[in-house]
């Protein structure tokens, strides 16, 4: 299928769907590890890549290959490579674009794990990485080194819901010899394409916004196919590949995402807004509001605030974990992009190996709670936080 003359609910719903002999309307899950073939002569062509076709399901799988293409049409990439986890989608990022004695820029605001990633095991591997502040752009130039192969970003941040400018971020990168890569797991495609906007690289958690509904484990990493192919080398080779299971569980996902991800920002909107308004609150962090120090830059390049909502209750963390345990509905987990909504205090969990200096100099207080906004009715969600709020 064509994919540019197409919306993008369309091409979530249509893009990459093949249909195998049998006419099935719903995609296949080819669970097989291998592929047989008609002859040893076809078998010899397959392995030497002078027929195109499936060889073995680390390098390809019909059901992965139809979810790569459907993601690269919603992100409007040239190619799409499928991982495991959103972890060994940064991973085989890395390895296909930066050797030992490289150099990254890495944003301080990014996912927990990835910082560990960067800063601890990379590092050990001879990569050079400098930590600066997502939204400062001098801090950016500043750290630019003549090796410095790639910027690393994740816009809006967790768990502050800071954004970066994607074009400016990528000028700087293209005007030093780098790439940018983004992080675009907490908006997914449907609202923010961050390689029109200029970005290289788009790296995906699929166990997120993509999969919709917390079942799978999954990643992506997206870009031009130049950049692509030694991320894709170093996958069929290591191989942290995803699973044919996974890939059309997330088949599916794609398929609803423009509807939930619109769904989850107004539920998200009208709960920040009613947050705002409560006397127990003392700030709410949301792209969305318009008190958010980059509301504009964020609806310039965010078709909405997204589902993630963060705000800081008086009285510290006693008040967070009173109000946290307060609820009855909520789900008390550091997950995100559930159907469910799921409240976290950072601090104590996602954000409790990094020390209390650093979490004060990111703004992450004792007293911010995270909520991902869910699917259910907005009336019961702010229902199932009012008691913990008057406490
Ligand atoms: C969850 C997450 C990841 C890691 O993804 P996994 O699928 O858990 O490996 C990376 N980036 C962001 C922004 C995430 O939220």
Request: glycine share 8%.
């Amino acid at each position: 299928m064509s994919t540019s003359a197409f919306h993008p609910e369309t091409l979530g719903v249509r893009a990459g769907s093949v249909h195998s002999e049998f006419g099935e309307n719903s995609e296949a899950i080819f669970l097989t590890s291998s592929f047989v073939y008609d002859s040893a002569a076809q078998a010899a062509a397959r392995f030497g890549g002078q027929e195109p076709g499936n060889v073995y399901s680390r390098f390809t799988n019909p059901t992965v290959t139809m979810f790569q293409d459907k993601l690269a049409a919603l992100e409007q990439a040239e190619f799409c490579v499928a991982t495991a986890s959103g972890m060994s989608a940064i991973l085989a990022c890395v390895m296909g674009v930066c050797s030992a004695g490289d150099h990254v820029v890495v944003s301080r605001s990014v996912f927990g794990t990835t910082v560990q990633l960067f800063g601890n095991i990379l590092k050990r591997w001879g990569l050079e990485v400098t930590f600066v502040s997502l939204t400062t752009e001098a801090e950016w130039a500043a750290a630019v080194q003549p090796n410095t192969k790639l910027f690393f970003v994740e816009t809006p941040s967790n768990p502050l819901t800071e954004v970066c400018d994607i074009t400016a971020m990528a000028t700087l990168a293209h005007k030093t010899g780098a790439l940018l890569a983004v992080d675009n797991c907490f908006c997914s495609p449907a609202l923010q394409r961050p390689i029109e906007l200029g970005a290289d690289i788009v790296i995906h958690s699929a166990t997120k916004y993509i999969d919709g509904q917390g079942r799978c484990l999954g990643g992506a990493v997206l870009g031009k196919k130049d950049i692509m192919e030694p991320v894709y080398g170093f996958l069929r080779t290591a191989g942290p590949t995803m699973s044919a299971f996974n890939a059309w569980v997330f088949l599916k996902g794609l398929e609803t995402l423009s509807l939930r991800m619109g769904a989850h920002s107004s539920n998200a909107l009208a709960l920040a807004q009613w947050l705002e308004a409560q006397p127990t609150v003392a700030r709410v962090y949301y792209p969305g509001l318009a008190s958010h120090p980059q509301h504009d830059l964020a609806l310039r390049q965010q078709k909405s605030g997204g589902g993630i909502v963060s705000f800081d209750v008086k009285g510290g963390k006693d008040a967070a974990w009173r109000l946290i345990d307060a609820t009855r509905m909520l789900s008390i987990t550091a997950n995100l992009g559930d159907a469910k909504t799921t409240i976290t205090h950072p601090a104590t969990t996602t954000h409790s190996r990094v020390t209390p200096e650093a979490r004060a100099a990111s703004g992450i207080g004792d007293g911010l709670v995270r909520i991902a906004v869910g699917l259910e009715h907005i009336d019961d969600i702010k229902a199932d936080l009012v008691s913990g709020l008057r406490a």
